[in-house]
């Protein structure tokens, strides 16, 4: 899965370019959380010209409760952007127990470490598409990931962070 803007340069064409070979392997469907900031007709026709369409759902805007669903019932969140500050995206799908990849931004070499997923340079779909084979054929490392996620997550609740603003103001 992923979740933000449907925008060229968050890479999601990089995740339609794998499908073909994750869909040798499994039948993969990859779900593009999001409003559509004019990328949605490119990325359908790349899907079509590599006949993977059918593999790929673009649900638009959700509500909370089906962000919620779609994440529970994901195992891979990709974040396959060429430029993001943070990330809340991937704590809320690492909070949902799902394995991340991410390209090398801000978020991604703060939040991911090798016991919770895979980070890769921006386009660089070999590697992308090296690691989401990795985790298909790789139930236990998927496993692994997917609860060192849920548990890494806790770390970012609001309370954890207004406790942790709460001991810097009183020591300054």
Do not use: H
């Amino acid at each position: 899965s992923y979740m933000g803007r449907i925008q060229k340069y968050k890479g999601l064409d990089q995740v339609i370019q794998c499908l073909p070979d994750l869909n040798k392997i499994k039948e993969t469907v990859f779900v593009a959380i999001g409003e559509n900031a004019e990328d949605k007709k490119r990325l359908l026709t790349l899907a079509k010209s590599l006949g993977v369409e059918k593999n790929i759902v673009f649900p638009g805007r959700v509500s909370e409760e089906e962000k919620n669903a779609l994440l529970e019932i994901s195992e891979i969140f990709v974040f396959p952007s060429e430029q993001e500050a943070f990330g809340i995206a991937m704590l809320e799908a690492m909070a949902k127990a799902n394995a991340v990849i991410s390209t090398k931004t801000e978020g991604g070499r703060y939040l991911i470490k090798k016991e919770n997923g895979f980070v890769y340079n921006f386009q660089d779909v070999d590697d992308l598409k090296k690691k989401l084979l990795k985790l298909s054929q790789n139930k236990n490392l998927m496993n692994k990931m997917q609860k060192n996620n849920s548990i890494k997550a806790k770390n970012f609740t609001w309370k954890k962070v207004n406790d942790e603003l709460i001991k810097l103001y009183n020591s300054i």
